[in-house]
């Protein structure tokens, strides 16, 4: 039998698993059927096996270097604590003992969950670095081997399997993860499945567009991105494998800087102790402990805390008894029917709370609590007045009254204007804070009735108000400082007020992120970027003939950029990982050599190696822009790389189109851009078409009869539609000497202007798509085009205009 104690967010906070020194990881607890075992001490049983179990995972996480200031400060903490506690076993201080475990339970618990969660980092880094190996052994074998058919698989197989195998030597993974197999193998699953679901989606929205083409025909054009990506990594790998000495220089560079961020930087998470200051005179030298919004502190930390420093500081609680109230209504402590005694809340402390904060010298007559006393209180001066006429008798020292079944002697009297003045080392009353009004104002001193702690616990258990403060005095500015250091580390969800000599300050404890060694690593980065853009630089200038030809062949300007691009990324992967391999060498060595300062600790297989990697890898990313944006200027070197139509003269737009064809192909194109309208005009996407017509005209230029050809739509609406925008839309081609031109005439009818040219330009930009998809067309295709132009247009009957 194994007992795991889970928290409420899912978190292991304790382990019953009967662990020993020689097997932490436990044998458990076998008992026979009705067998029943008594576990004596339990909170140091859970503590003893916890502890054990969390020492044995960050030992095995030292011996293979990894480890962070988290880890290793608690489990500093949790040892000293689990020390202190056998010995006062040893001693048979029990007592002591049981406090001091929840310290060290705390502790270990800090401990236990920085070391899980560094695990997980472990197992994300061999993700990382496993999806890198993958990457570079394909890039590899493109760069130095590149066959083909059956030869490429056993070569992609034997350098996955080799990859493997140095992943396994260096990366600690496989020694603190058990699962670490099993999450290779499902995320190589996922890797050998993804192409499927690619496949089967490429399918599916390939039947989707061949179901367009039957609808719409070709008016859509689309270029393979994975096409296009795949012979961009495939041009680039060949480039550098052109150049081998420029290549592996560019290699080396990458890796080292890798290896530099690997082996000589740290960024870690660490407890970091912070601190406000509080601006108050401290009435005491100590510690205050209490929630910013007044929530009640367990009974068991008040214990712990008793046990553990009892003996050497004085120890306060605090707690408010309040009566039921309803909403928004003040509390009354009800004495009599009559009701006119102005008590409304109780405040309890104990007697140590008198050494603590003076709280004597509000005292007008008899005196504080002292050990043993239960069934007494401190009433102030127009109290006790109000309560002699409620009774109808004299009420003085050594009176007492009813109160909630209970008869209480009153054994001092208090001026509540003194007590409105005592103030703690958190710059507030002592006195209860109004929290049924939803207010931070403390009830006046005149109307608190003050009773031992131990009546309000025991009796009343503070109407389940718990503890609201704890105050702890300690005898110097050196025992406060150490005593709010310690606690901040054990104590997490409550605030903690520090007064050390005229100063008092809130402080705790909180993961903070530091850094080592990143400002001598600036330098190497800018080298090894202007490095990379000085290669792809030159490799664009020597290669400029090859980028004309593929400005030529079609490409755009972005696609010759993207093959720069790949280039960059391959030379960034093939760099990476053999810099990584490197600089986990380098750090067994450095640590083996016991070179590296104190405090430091590597990025061997944190998130943070991740960071380092993927910031060496962006940079020899980025460094290849500017060249990749200088091979598109080569492809285009026309500073309008786009096109872009003539202005429009008030409502009446003319634009000539760049395209000229054979006369007998114009009347294909016509038909194939009235096809474009007609069934992209019905969607209302971009414009909206109620009719379309063709017609045919003559008219006479330069003394020269030409034949006109018109696609013609009247009242074209276009996108957005509720702004109104109405035009009159021609499509005009003009035949001369053989050729045959295009141009559109368009008249704003209604809408904003500014709103027509730029829904225009959005139109013409997609109506301009179809003359360059005729382009990309199979003869067959426009010769079925051309055929159907002519059966359309010969028998029209042609004008002049």
Known sequence: VEIIIYSPAGKVYGV???????????????????????????????????????????????????????????????????????????????????????????????AYLAMMGLIFEVIQTLIFFFTLSLVFMFFLERMTFSYSGPRRIITLIFLNALMLLILVFIHPSFKLATNSIMVLLSFSVVVILSPIVVIIFLRAYSSAKEIRYRVYSIHEIEISRVSLVSTSFSIGLQNLRK??????????????????????????????MFRYNVEVKPAYNGVLLRSLEWAPLPYELYIRLLAEYGDN???????????????????????????ETPLAVMLAISPEEFNVTNLDKILIRGRGFTKGDFYTCLISKSAIESLSDELGRKMDIGSSFHLWGVNITIVGIFDGKLLDKIIDIDGVQITPVELWLGSTSHVIGDNVLIIPFDLAWKLWGSYGNGIASIAIKTNTPEQSEFLGKELAYS???????????????????????????????????????????????????????????????????LHVAGMFLAEAIALAVLGAFPGYVAGVGMVSLMLHLNVYPPNFYPNLSSIFVIWATSIAILFAILSSLYPSYKASKFSVPSLIRRWKPIRPTGSEWIIPLPFQFEDHEALGVLTFIKEYLESLGGEGTIFKISEIKLDKIERKIDNEVIKVYRIVSPKMRLAPFEYGILQDFVLEAVSRKGRTSFTIYTYRVSGLRDTWIKSNEIFLKNLRKQFLIWRFMKVQQRREYEDKGFNLFINLEGGEK
């Not at 949790?78 to 010995?87: Q, V």
Request: proline share 7%; net charge positive.
């Open 243 to 272: 150049r081998p000495l420029r290549t592996m220089l560019t290699l080396i560079s990458i890796a080292l800087v890798i290896v530099a961020l690997v082996g000589l930087t740290s960024i870690t998470l660490s407890p970091v």
């Open 313 to 339: 500081y004085t120890i306060a609680p605090r707690t408010w008894v309040i009566p039921p109230v309803a909403p928004k209504e003040y509390p009354q402590i009800v004495i009599t029917p009559k009701i």
């Open 16 to 110: 019953l698993i009967n662990s020993t020194k020689d097997n932490p990881e436990g044998t458990g607890y076998i008992l026979k059927p009705g067998e029943m075992y008594v576990v004596s001490f339990t909170p140091f049983t859970v503590l003893k096996d916890y502890y054990l179990l969390t020492k044995n995972r960050i030992n095995i996480a030292l011996s293979y270097s990894t480890s962070n200031p988290i880890i290793l400060t608690y489990d500093k903490l949790a040892t000293r604590k689990f020390n202190k506690i056998e010995g006062f076993i040893n001693r048979h201080l029990f007592y002591k003992a049981y406090g001091t475990t929840y310290t060290a339970w705390m502790f270990t618990k800090n």
């Open 491 to 557: 104590i997490v969800t409550t605030s903690i007020y520090n007064a050390k000599g005229d100063k008092v300050s809130i402080i705790g404890v909180r993961p903070w992120y530091e850094a080592s060694n990143i400002q001598n690593l600036i330098v190497p980065l800018i080298i090894a970027a202007l490095t990379i853009t000085d290669l792809m630089l030159g490799a664009v200038y020597e290669r400029v003939r090859e980028i004309s030809i593929y400005s030529a062949l079609g490409l755009a300007p």
